[in-house]
Each structure stands twice: as C-alpha cells, then as structure tokens.
C-alpha cells in the first residue's frame, strides 16, 4: 500500500508540470494562429452573382462560410417579407424560385456580371449531389462562360423528359390544362420572338434536363433574349391562374431552353461532372476550378 502511494504521488509530481506545458503551448498556438483568410481568386477578372431565394423561415447558417471559401456576390431575395423590410424582395411571392431569378435578370439587365449562380437556399437538398457550400466553392466558372447554362446535377441519363403534343392554350387561362399543355402555351407565348429563325419557329417534340431550380448562366445566355421577354415571362408569374407550384415547374422544366440550350439536354454525367466540378478523370481540355 505503501508504495502504491507513493508511485501516485511520483506520477503526480512528474505528469503535473508537463500538463501543464502542454496547456501552454495549445493555448500559444491558440493565441498567436494567424486569421483565417479567403483564398485567392482563381478567377479575379471575373464578377461572380450568387442569387438566393429565401424566406423569412430559411436556415442560412451555412451560407456565410461558404463565401468565405469562394468569391460570389451574394443577391439574397426574401420572397415572402415586404420589401419595406427586406433589402432584395420581389413584386409578389408566386412563382417560387422562378420569382427571384426574373426579378433579379430585370433589375439588373444592363449591368449583369459575367457568371450568375441561381440557387435555392438548403444547405443541402435531395436532388443534389454536392453540399451548397461545396457547389459554390467549387462551380468553373469558364465552363459557364464556354456552354452559357449549366446544371449542377449531373446524372447518368436524361430525367424529367416531356412529350409535348403541340396543343396550347390562352396563358392566362392555364388551371387545370395538362402539363404538357401549360409548357408548350408559355414556350410558344414568350419564346417564339426571340427564337426565330428565318421567320419560323417550332416548338419542340419533347424537352428534358436535369431537375431542380439550381442553374449557372453567363452573361450572354441572358442577353439572348430581351429585357422586354424576361418582364414578360415575370408578368405571366404574377397573372397567371396556376398556383405557386405549377407556375414555377413550367420555368423550372424549360430554363435550359430559356439560356440557348436544346430541349432535350442531358450531358453525359462524366462530362457534367468535369465540366461543372472539375471532378473525375477529365480530358485535358477541362480546366478544374483549382
């Protein structure tokens, strides 16, 4: 017993002093690390808009240490806030994202920078593959300015592929038309100027691209169609007789075609993933964003 105790009291004396250097020297590190910084831009010649759709209910918590490890702009909309009290709202909570981004396309018409980010405001959602934070961080921005639209959902075959019959309706009068019908009656409604070619212009047979209401675009993908087309569009949003949901699926199926892209638009998954993300075993022509 003895020496029992007097082992405890050796370990004591010799394990006291260096826990206590131990204490020190994590608390010097602590004190003398330097802050952490925003890594350098890759791409300083470039603006960058990161434009959210938000409400007064969404948890944004993850959306500051995101910018700190990426350089966009951010353009938060509070859709469902007065906008006495939001700094960036819209004219009328319909429509859901599809409300924000016309919003934000027309007041900012003439002064657009060259890569915009449209995003929802999860943290992460179903349908993506990648957290926010990491599609922020990591999103090319070159590949936006080479294809003019991009998805950050990259899958391995076409989804959300329509049958479109050709049949339309008046677009204010669209509650209760089939899906397909409310598609092709705002593609040939608001789309048809600005996509002639040569005096004509067809709708398409069937549309597809990857879902959801998350895109980047260029500058010039925007600029394709006029000022006068996007106001349009926002217009029918606020008119319209189909309820948030409905409305904002018609946009949300078709914005490819909106920015230039063909109907059916399904990269091959390797290929979205290297254009995108620079992830994968990537040709030598893809540049990764880092």
């Known amino acids: 017993m003895l020496k029992s105790s007097r082992t405890q009291r050796l ?22 690390s330097p802050t952490l910084k925003k890594p350098p831009n890759p791409y300083p010649q470039l603006t960058k808009a990161l434009v959210i759709a938000s409400t007064t209910s969404s948890n944004l918590s993850w959306l500051a240490p995101a910018l700190q490890s ?22 009328v909570n319909k429509g859901n994202e599809a409300m924000v981004y016309l919003t ?9 920078p060259d890569v915009m980010f449209f995003h929802h405001d999860h943290a992460q959602a179903w349908h993506q593959r990648f957290p926010s934070a990491y599609e922020l961080a990591h999103l090319n921005p070159r590949s936006v300015l080479e294809h003019g639209y991009l998805s950050p959902r990259c899958l391995p075959g076409c989804e959300n592929v329509i049958q479109l019959s050709g049949d339309v309706a008046p677009v ?19 789309g048809s100027e600005d996509d002639d070619v040569d005096g004509e212009w067809k709708l398409p047979e069937k549309i597809a691209a990857p879902c959801c209401a998350q895109f980047a675009v260029s500058r010039t993908a925007v600029l394709r ?64 964003y880092f």
Request: glycine content about 4%.
């Open 225 to 288: 169609r006029s000022v006068e087309t996007w106001r349009a569009l926002r217009e029918w949003l606020v008119s319209t007789d189909l309820d948030s949901r409905s409305s904002g699926r018609v946009l949300e199926y078709t914005w490819h075609i909106w920015f230039g892209m063909e109907a059916v638009y399904c990269p091959a998954e390797w290929q979205c993933l290297c254009d995108v993300f620079g992830v994968g075993v990537c040709p030598d022509t893809i540049s990764p």
């Open 70 to 91: 990426s350089h966009w702009t951010p353009n938060i909309y509070t859709t469902d806030s007065p906008s006495s009290s939001a700094s960036l709202s819209v004219p």
């Open 104 to 112: 934000y396309i027309i007041d900012n018409y003439d002064s657009l």
């Open 172 to 190: 204010h009068d669209l509650k209760g038309a089939p899906r397909d019908v409310q598609i092709s009656s705002v593609l040939r409604a608001f």
């Open 11 to 32: 370990l004591s004396f010799t394990l006291k002093p260096l826990l206590l250097a131990l204490f020190v020297s994590l608390i010097f590190h602590w004190i003398s």
